[in-house]
């Protein structure tokens, strides 16, 4: 008698048809699990859903009809903080952030939310993405913050009685400045012979709540003889709707930005948020298959370079003078992990004089920033943070220095926990700028109180 092999039938992707995760990505993975003391959620709790070689088990069943998109695909899908400290860690090259963020395109479009997250979500992605809406905030802001209304607000206990993702908000409130700086020159002139011709990208929060990072990249720039173009009116880069599966939204941004900087016509496009960067380092990816901005998107991705990477490919002409001061250096995850940038800012650190730069503990594991994550999930962010504080005050550091304003604010918001004195955050290529305008010590610091968080 004749035995019949029996064959499973192929069932049809619970994935919809528009950039389901890429079969051929998913089969990269070989479960070794190498990522999972690298992954902050599978730390925190040990759950192997809520690691990478979990979740891509969770798409391949998905991929293959074996597994519903229901509300737990979901749960354990937002709960990644998108770090990509797994593809930092894994042997085997699999490009988890362009799996997470295809899948979390499919959540949005095939899973309800809760009334209150959808409406939650609406009010994060209907604000942060929009610098003229940020500048229409900052005038209220300043007055909550300098008329003594935040301190006692903070201080009543009131923040405790309150949704936590609210609270959460108030407590990452980054100070507005007294002096307002939104709108960088068109144009920087370089110092010296030209070298580069490069474009700026001004960002979203960054142009509103941290101008004095934005002036400081210029002037960093220009010094070291590059003539820097900032185009007006930039549309966010969509990072954040990226991060969060909002596909659509994010392409409509990213052409947009692209269209912007061709018309620049710039060498270069230099960007100092992490989290900018990687996601403008993959808009090939994003319109992959858009045939009018497919080929345009993959060369303006080509041109795009963290603001550490084009200080290191530049030999260093501007004189450096001494900073004698202690600081402890955090890895921005999207620096890091998701564009492997590790060296070039300690390098360009190590270039200053008298500075000593200290190595903060588990420096690979996200401090809980990651974009919008605090804020959508604030116990297991104020978890790491506090983590990564407890790291951070072992250095006995004067300052914390970061290439990302997110982290310096989760930073300084788990220092608040722990009844610290908050340290001086700083973008790196301020010290940089510092440096090379020859600033004191004492001047740096004394200037960071102005607009550091109360």
């Known amino acids: 008698m004749s035995h019949l092999t029996q064959i499973e039938p192929t069932l049809p992707s619970s994935f919809d048809a528009h950039h389901a995760p890429d079969k051929g990505l998913l089969s990269d993975c070989v479960h070794c699990g190498f990522c999972l003391p690298a992954c902050p959620t599978y730390v925190l709790w040990g759950e ?8 891509i088990y969770m798409m391949q069943k998905a991929s293959e009809g074996k597994a519903a998109l229901d509300t737990n695909f979901q749960l354990h899908m937002d709960n990644c903080l998108g770090c990509m400290a797994c593809m930092t860690a894994c042997p085997s090259g699999v490009q988890y952030s362009k799996l997470i963020e295809d899948t979390r395109a499919q959540v949005e479009r095939n899973i309800p939310r809760s009334t209150e997250d959808s409406l939650f979500r609406r009010l994060l992605f209907a604000t942060f993405p929009y610098p003229a809406r940020l500048r229409m905030m900052a005038a209220p802001l300043f007055l909550y913050q300098r008329s003594g209304l935040q301190a006692l607000v903070r201080a009543s206990g009131i923040l405790k009685l309150i949704p936590k993702k609210f609270a959460a908000m108030e407590t990452l409130l980054p100070k507005v400045p007294a002096h307002f700086n939104w709108r960088m020159p068109v144009r920087t002139a370089a110092q010296g012979a030209p070298r580069r011709r490069v474009g700026m990208l001004s960002g979203c929060v960054q142009q509103v709540f941290f101008s004095h990072v934005n002036a400081a990249t210029a002037r960093v720039l220009a010094a070291e003889g590059c003539e820097v173009i900032t185009p007006q009116n930039q549309p966010c880069c969509g990072a954040l709707m990226v991060h969060s599966g909002l596909e659509e939204q994010a392409a409509a941004m990213a052409r947009t930005l692209i269209e912007l900087f061709e018309r620049a016509d710039v060498d270069t496009i230099v960007i100092n948020a992490a989290g900018c960067g990687s996601t403008m380092k993959e808009y090939g990816h994003l319109l992959r298959d858009d045939p009018q901005w497919a080929a345009r998107a993959r ?6 370079k963290d603001i550490t990477e084009i200080l290191c490919d530049l030999p260093p002409q501007a004189p450096r003078n001494p900073l004698p001061m202690r600081i402890a250096y955090h890895d921005a995850c999207h620096l890091r992990h998701a564009q492997g940038i590790f060296q070039q800012p300690r390098q360009l650190l190590s270039g200053i004089p008298c500075l ?13 920033s990651a974009g919008v994550y605090n804020l959508l999930h604030p116990e297991p962010a104020q978890q790491l943070g506090d983590r990564k504080v407890t790291n951070l005050l072992a250095t006995q550091s004067a300052a914390v220095v970061s290439a990302n304003p997110g982290c310096l604010l989760q930073l300084e918001s788990g220092l608040r926990r722990r009844g610290e004195t908050v340290l001086p955050a700083f973008h790196m290529v301020e010290l940089l700028d510092a440096s090379i305008r020859g600033v004191s010590t004492e001047d740096l610091l004394s200037e960071r109180k102005t607009i550091s968080v109360n």
């Open 48 to 55: 192997e859903m809520d690691s990478p070689r979990g979740r």
């Open 299 to 304: 060369a303006f991705s080509d041109r795009c």
């Open 356 to 368: 000593e730069v200290a190595e903060i503990a588990e420096s690979s594991l996200c401090c809980g």
